[in-house]
Every structure is written in structure tokens, then in C-alpha cells.
């Protein structure tokens, strides 16, 4: 049996309907510097768009399916 690869598994969770949410790059260092819009919207959570990366992404966050 495969393990999970918990890199993924840190960045990437899937919802109940399956669908993979990621966080938004960009909220680490050099705030100050950013418009507090900006940060908003960074520290929201977005939807993964792309069918064929998030097929792979629950593949690897649950190999044994």
C-alpha cells in the first residue's frame, strides 16, 4: 500500500462535493508593501480549476482508492 504524500496533503485539501481547495500564494513576507485589498484576497481560499491536476492531487492525498 501506498503512503499519502503529505506534502500535498499540507497544501491541498479536498471539500465534500471533491473538489480541491488551495491557499493563495503571496502572504508570507513583504506585507507592508502590499495594499490591504491585496491581502484580502490573498487569504482567501480558491478552488483548483485545472480537472487534470486536481485528479492527480486526490490520487496522491489518497493512494489506496
Do not use: E, W, Y
Not at 500535498?8 to 485589498?37: D, E, Q, S, W, Y
Not at 485545472?50 to 489518497?62: G, L, N
Amino acid at each position: 500500500m501506498q503512503k499519502t504524500k503529505k506534502s500535498i496533503a499540507k497544501r491541498f485539501k479536498v471539500t465534500g462535493t471533491g473538489k480541491v481547495v488551495r491557499r493563495k500564494p503571496g502572504k508570507r513576507h513583504m506585507l507592508r508593501n502590499k495594499n490591504k485589498k491585496q491581502l484580502r484576497r490573498m487569504g482567501q481560499s480558491q478552488l483548483l480549476d485545472c480537472k487534470k491536476m486536481s485528479r492527480s492531487i486526490k490520487q496522491a492525498m489518497s493512494p489506496g482508492l
